[in-house]
């Protein structure tokens, strides 16, 4: 057969681009405010936990706020607002990453590693076993969570990649096990320690069974991901991103020679100390965002120092890097209008209450389940965990007392909920993870589904076993 008669190239099915989905799910936010009747509940200041709750029985509907086609763009600029201290942590962290890869330091670094796993081909599967296990149980205190993690995310991708891996590997070493650790919450402030504060228990207890759920769940991922990593490595057509061109994060052989000098090894020295410092400040001085961001924007310029660069290379070499945080940054932006969206038009209280109502006529096992439905699905409308806990365990609390169940299931069910699922919902971090790794939203999820799916079951399970002993505060 002649070249030009030969039949074209079946085209690869892929879903739009991670923008054209989110506003599909924005322009659906803004029907729903439309079709869902507007509702409200009070919102009440405890003096004793010094935050705002919601009043469980001050639920009542209220004359209807559907927003308009204009403000529906509107909220994409006031989401970007909202969502500013996570956009500049993105750019400050890009940025700093980017400086840090001009001098040639995560080259070096990255060679090192490969050239330790050629020596020794399980070196690479005892150092994703070994990561894995480190950074679920660092998630767990919740010191680590993907605010922090996703800037590392394309320093992994490209170990991954050097390895004979692939993008989704990279991402699944890193960001996938801080968010099982950061689910697990065995001591976590930010999710378990707000919500057992709201429902009256003592501060982390029932420790003993999370750290039952975070073994299992840390043993079941690093399984789950160590059989992907071993079929890709053993035929990279089987890898779900083998199409996509991942030159901007290949080390070539040019790369793979770099020399480990002391200005590199003092620039990874001084990233290490930035981050050791973040865990400290997290810890002990409750420290967020803005002072992440702070803390790579010093590494940049101590860095910058190391390699003897004057002012004007760090600065220039730091605006640089922030072209390739643009995407990523936006995208948190185009995910917080979504939430502005739902807000404005008061159907997220609404919602809400819709599911409240259908939990309080299940059985308790039926009950218990439920709950850990509504969290998930209340994840999507409110993806922060403080804030999540905020919201629900002033409600679900009463309710569990209703119908003689263990305030503790209710926190686990919250746990379980908020934070599982944040490797799922596009309106949380993985969206952009995605982003910023060049990984296609769908072939994320086809990779994410089934692996959810079966976390799913597995929460369930620890749900109902929960209900069977009564878990309680030991």
């Known amino acids: 057969m002649s070249e030009n008669l030969k039949p074209p190239a079946k085209k690869l099915r892929e879903l739009p681009h991670i923008f054209v989905l989110l506003f599909c799910v924005l322009v659906l936010a803004t029907i729903a405010t439309h079709i869902v009747p507007a509702g409200q509940y009070a919102r009440v200041m405890d003096e004793g936990l010094k935050r705002t709750v919601i009043d469980p029985t001050s639920f009542k509907y209220v004359a209807d706020t559907p927003v308009g086609f204009f403000d529906m763009f509107v909220s994409l600029e006031l989401g970007l607002i909202e969502a500013a201290n996570i956009v500049f942590l993105i750019f400050a962290a890009f940025s700093c990453l980017y400086l840090m890869e001009r001098t040639g330091a995560i080259d070096a670094s990255i060679a090192l590693m490969v050239r330790k796993a050629k020596k020794n081909p399980r070196f690479s599967l005892g150092m994703i076993v070994v990561l894995m296990a480190i950074l679920s149980i660092w998630g767990s205190t919740g010191t680590l969570s993907y605010e922090e993690i996703i800037a590392f995310s394309p320093i992994f991708v490209s170990l991954s990649i050097a390895l004979g891996y692939d993008a989704l590997t990279g991402v699944a070493i ?9 689910a697990s919450a065995t001591v976590n402030p930010f999710t378990i320690g707000v919500a057992q504060d709201i429902a009256e228990l003592p501060t982390f207890s029932g420790i003993v069974y999370r750290c039952l759920v975070l073994a299992v769940m840390t043993a079941f991922s690093i399984l789950y991901v160590l059989h992907y990593a071993n079929r890709v490595k053993k035929d990279p057509s089987k890898s779900f991103v083998s199409d996509v061109d991942y030159s901007d ?5 040019e790369k793979m020679n770099t020399p480990f000098t002391l200005q590199r090894k003092l620039s990874m020295l001084a990233l290490l100390v930035g981050v050791c410092v973040m865990g400290y400040g997290l810890i002990f001085l409750g420290w967020y965002i803005n002072q992440v961001a702070a803390i790579f924007m010093i590494v940049s310029i101590v860095v910058g120092i190391i390699n003897r660069w004057g002012p004007n290379r760090i600065a220039s070499t730091l605006c640089d890097g922030l072209s390739r945080g643009v995407v990523a940054a936006l995208t948190v932006g185009v995910a917080r209008g979504i939430l502005v969206v739902l807000t404005k038009g008061n159907v997220i209280d609404t919602l809400i209450h819709g599911c409240v109502s259908l939990l309080e006529s299940l059985s308790l096992y039926a009950s218990a389940i439920g709950m850990l439905v509504f969290q998930n699905l209340l994840n999507f409308l409110v993806p922060s965990g403080s804030g999540q806990a905020a919201v629900s365990m002033p409600i679900i609390t009463p ?3 209703l119908i003689h169940l263990n305030r503790q299931i209710a926190v686990l069910a919250f746990q379980f909920g908020d934070g599982f699922s944040n490797l799922l919902w596009p309106t949380g971090f993985m969206v952009i993870v995605c982003a910023m790794v060049k990984i ?6 086809r990779w994410i589904i089934p692996f959810y799916a079966i976390c799913f079951l597995l929460q369930a399970a620890f749900i109902v076993g929960a209900v069977a002993i009564n878990y309680g505060p030991f």
Do not use: K
Request: proline letters at 9%; a negative charge; hydrophobic letters at 45%.
């Open 174 to 182: 890193s960001v996938v096990p801080v968010g099982i650790g950061f």
């Open 249 to 253: 994060f290949t080390i070539d052989e």
């Open 399 to 401: 309710i569990a007392d």
């Open 440 to 445: 296609p939203l769908s072939r994320y999820y």
